[in-house]
């Protein structure tokens, strides 16, 4: 294994992890932990971003290259990524059952128009 893909695993593996446990934090009623859920959401969200920035160092290359096509497609993972959230806290939390799906499904699909966008058609 080369040395970037084990930094990217170690320091992947540490941002999602505190970033999935702020999420229970935040939303888990039962825990009483939004905020420091809020921080410990925030410190994964700070290590993966630094993780993307180590990576393309280690790879020789700038550490954020901002085209108009990597502001759309992550604009669109963003939109994506929120409306499957959205859909998924509509059903398991707001107990609004069709809704939720619908919305999670919109967001399944803009998250699968990113396969095209990224790899392009031929």
Not at 95 to 102: Q, V
């Given at each position: 294994?080369?040395?970037?893909?084990?930094?990217?695993?170690?320091?992947?593996?540490?941002?999602?992890?505190?970033?999935?446990?702020?999420?229970?934090?935040?939303?888990?009623?039962?825990?009483?932990?939004?905020?420091?859920?809020?921080?410990?959401g925030c410190v994964g969200i700070?290590?993966?971003?630094?993780?993307?920035?180590?990576?393309?160092?280690m790879e020789g290359k700038p550490?954020?290259?901002?085209?108009?096509?990597?502001?759309?497609?992550?604009?669109?993972?963003?939109?994506?990524?929120?409306?499957l959230g959205i859909g998924m806290?509509?059903?398991?939390?707001?107990?609004?059952?069709?809704?939720?799906?619908?919305?999670?499904?919109?967001?399944?699909?803009?998250?699968?128009?990113?396969?095209?966008?990224?790899?392009?058609?031929?």
């Amino acid at each position: 294994m080369k040395k970037k893909n084990f930094v990217a695993l170690i320091m992947g593996t540490i941002g999602g992890i505190l970033f999935a446990l702020g999420m229970c934090m935040g939303l888990l009623p039962e825990w009483s932990a939004f905020t420091q859920g809020v921080v410990i959401g925030c410190v994964g969200i700070v290590v993966l971003i630094a993780m993307l920035i180590v990576r393309r160092k280690m790879e020789g290359k700038p550490a954020i290259n901002l085209t108009g096509k990597a502001i759309g497609t992550v604009l669109l993972g963003i939109i994506g990524t929120l409306g499957l959230g959205i859909g998924m806290c509509m059903v398991m939390i707001w107990e609004m059952l069709i809704p939720g799906i619908l919305i999670g499904l919109v967001g399944i699909i803009v998250l699968l128009a990113l396969i095209p966008v990224i790899k392009g058609l031929k």
